[in-house]
């Protein structure tokens, strides 16, 4: 009866990764090679790097999306992923501790950016003078107790402009970072502190991209699962990862590159400097 029960949960988790939680990068009727299990945060970037991937390799890939607990809930129950692909390290790291993958790689380092859709932000020193004037009735971040990128919203408050205090009854939180830029693009909050990937190209034109100095880096990792069925597929996507050609598609997305500078990571993704 319980190898029923986990039978039909399975199934079940297979049918509604394909409902709409599913990508596939390659031709049309092509077959996967490389499945990735990759959480919501990193999926717009991961369907890109994905096409990109298959133009240099010819190996197809599908991407499946969802929360980390939902990822590797379906990783525990058997399902056939290669690569889990995190917003954070923790997640790779429970795997890696439980035997359910390999060594994990940092593949890159998360943006926080102010953005507000009243004020233009990006000229010199206005992202500064705008979170220190006190102008707007709310400031939108993530709940610090979910996200990495609450924690260093929390920590740029906190540490480096010594803000909490003065604008902490004007905080609203989301739970996540995508319901933290819903909060200000419904003008339910004046600003917020948002990843920056997760804005359009026009709007990363008018932010202040806060300084990597002001928050400990958000790392974000990904591992080699130990069920993947093509360890080799899974070998070159990791390489790729690593590659000029993936550090250029992330640093395009906003990401910054482990071991690189800031300035450098400007130039590369042609950021307007603050």
Known sequence: MAYLIRSLI???????????????????????????AVVREFS??????????????GMPV???????????HKIKLGMDYDV?????????????SEGLAGQETVYALGTIALYSTYWKLNRPEA???????????????????????G???AEILNSEYGLSERVGDRLV??????????????KQADAGLVAYTDLSEGDQR?????????????????????RAKDKKAARVWMEYLQSAAGKAALRRAGYRIPGEGAETQKTAANIPSQ
């Open 206 to 226: 008018w932010v202040w991209l806060i300084p990597e100095s002001a928050y400990q880096p958000i790392e974000q990792g990904a591992v080699v699962l130990t």
């Open 10 to 36: 399975l199934i079940a988790l297979i049918l509604s990764g394909c409902a709409g939680n599913s990508y596939k990068g390659g031709e049309a009727g092509s077959e996967a090679e490389l499945n990735l």
């Open 151 to 153: 924690r260093a919203a």
């Open 44 to 57: 717009g970037t991961a369907k890109k790097m994905a096409a990109d991937f298959y133009k240099r390799t």
């Open 173 to 186: 939180y989301g739970d996540d970072v995508e319901s933290t830029l819903e909060l200000v693009e419904s």
């Open 127 to 149: 992202g500064r003078i705008y979170i220190w004037s006190e102008q707007y009735r709310t400031l939108a971040v993530t709940d610090p107790e979910k996200s990495l990128y």
């Open 84 to 96: 889990f692909m995190a917003a954070d390290t923790e997640h790779p790291e429970m795997l890696v």
């Open 62 to 72: 599908e991407i499946t999306v969802g929360t980390p607990e939902e990822l590797i």
